[in-house]
């Protein structure tokens, strides 16, 4: 089948810039939980994991026999959970990410256990707090959540596309799970472990369309909004030289969505991304999707 290089001017989709003067009116909310009515819920959760950290505390002669301790918890839910109590009595600074990791304690040990608060004032620390200890319980049910807005973003986009074009193939986890990392799409990727959120093929896999990035951004600033648009960049340069260069007519789709878009040069940002690949990059809300995400753009191909 031939597809036209350039789309039909008169069906253009506009940009995601043209919507900017309107920009509330695209973007999703996603419900959360209200204050107080969670401390019940959280209170049942957490006491046990708040309970056993008080328990492993006694048995340690030491913070650093303490991390030790819960390194061997081997229920991951509760060993993660206990690492995350350890980190606020303990050491905040620890990398949260190396804490998960069974292999990284000793490491973690060996560069921050100089700097663990003594044994004796944890303790104090400890049995200075109510039993249930409803502050931390609620602090430990914020990260129950986290990164659930994101795969509400996925599951919902993933129902719309697959209504939309039920003759395409998208995969990718829709909820919690692994990402989907390039050099499982192709082999001979130079940077096998590129992680995407989702693909999409032509009827029978036959060939790659697009790939995808999902975010939704939430209430915050700052460092998200300066370095959210440079490793959008970094990831889009690197899937479309490799397109170019193996001759393949791949897009690219940033599926973005949440009240974060309207803050500060977010939606500027996004545009100017967008903007900078013409026909080769497309920023979407979910609202947009009917609007913007055309089949014809899909199959459009570009130099």
Same mark, same amino acid.
């Given at each position: 089948? =031939?597809?036209?290089?350039?789309?039909?001017?008169?069906?253009?989709? +506009?940009?995601?810039?043209?919507?900017?003067? =309107?920009?509330?009116?695209?973007?999703?909310?996603?419900?959360?939980?209200?204050?107080? #009515?969670?401390?019940?819920?959280?209170?049942?959760?957490?006491?046990?994991?708040?309970?056993?950290?008080?328990?492993?505390?006694?048995?340690?002669?030491?913070?650093?026999?303490?991390?030790?301790?819960?390194?061997?918890?081997?229920? @991951?839910?509760?060993?993660?959970?206990?690492?995350?109590?350890?980190?606020?009595?303990?050491?905040?600074?620890?990398?949260?990410?190396?804490?998960?990791?069974?292999?990284?304690?000793?490491?973690?040990?060996? @560069?921050?256990?100089?700097?663990?608060?003594?044994?004796?004032?944890?303790?104090?620390?400890?049995?200075?707090?109510?039993?249930?200890?409803?502050?931390?319980?609620?602090?430990?049910?914020?990260? +129950?959540?986290?990164? +659930?807005?994101?795969? #509400?973003?996925?599951?919902?986009?993933?129902?719309?596309?697959?209504?939309? $074009? *039920? #003759?395409?193939?998208?995969?990718?986890?829709?909820?919690?799970?692994?990402?989907?990392?390039?050099? =499982?799409?192709?082999?001979?990727? *130079?940077?096998?472990?590129?992680?995407?959120? $989702?693909?999409?093929? =032509?009827?029978? +896999?036959?060939?790659?369309? !697009?790939?995808? /990035? !999902?975010?939704? #951004?939430?209430?915050?600033?700052?460092?998200?909004?300066?370095?959210?648009?440079?490793?959008?960049?970094?990831?889009?340069?690197?899937?479309?030289?490799?397109?170019?260069?193996?001759?393949?007519?791949?897009?690219?789709? /940033?599926?973005?969505?949440?009240?974060? /878009? /309207?803050?500060?040069?977010?939606?500027?940002?996004?545009?100017?991304?967008?903007?900078?690949?013409?026909?080769?990059?497309?920023?979407?809300?979910?609202?947009?999707? *009917?609007?913007?995400?055309?089949?014809?753009?899909?199959?459009?191909?570009?130099?």
């Amino acid at each position: 089948m =031939e597809y036209p290089t350039e789309p039909d001017t008169s069906q253009r989709a +506009k940009r995601f810039a043209d919507y900017k003067s =309107e920009a509330s009116l695209w973007i999703t909310l996603a419900t959360g939980d209200y204050y107080p #009515d969670i401390l019940q819920d959280a209170r049942n959760l957490y006491s046990p994991v708040i309970q056993l950290f008080g328990q492993l505390l006694k048995q340690s002669a030491s913070s650093q026999e303490l991390l030790l301790r819960i390194s061997e918890i081997s229920q @991951t839910w509760m060993r993660i959970q206990l690492l995350r109590v350890f980190r606020k009595y303990v050491s905040p600074s620890v990398p949260v990410e190396m804490t998960k990791r069974k292999s990284g304690i000793l490491q973690i040990i060996q @560069t921050f256990g100089s700097q663990f608060r003594p044994i004796p004032e944890v303790q104090k620390a400890y049995n200075s707090r109510p039993t249930p200890d409803e502050a931390l319980c609620a602090l430990l049910w914020e990260y +129950k959540d986290r990164g +659930k807005k994101g795969y #509400d973003l996925t599951e919902r986009f993933f129902e719309l596309f697959r209504a939309r $074009f *039920p #003759d395409l193939i998208i995969e990718g986890p829709i909820r919690a799970g692994r990402d989907t990392l390039m050099g =499982e799409i192709f082999p001979n990727y *130079p940077n096998p472990t590129r992680p995407i959120d $989702f693909v999409i093929y =032509e009827q029978g +896999k036959t060939s790659i369309l !697009a790939i995808g /990035l !999902a975010r939704y #951004d939430s209430d915050r600033g700052g460092a998200q909004e300066d370095d959210r648009p440079g490793q959008y960049r970094s990831t889009i340069d690197e899937v479309l030289n490799y397109a170019h260069s193996h001759q393949l007519n791949i897009k690219v789709i /940033l599926l973005n969505d949440g009240p974060g /878009l /309207l803050l500060g040069s977010m939606w500027d940002d996004y545009s100017k991304l967008e903007d900078s690949y013409p026909n080769k990059v497309m920023v979407l809300t979910l609202r947009m999707v *009917p609007e913007r995400l055309q089949l014809a753009w899909l199959h459009t191909r570009t130099s």
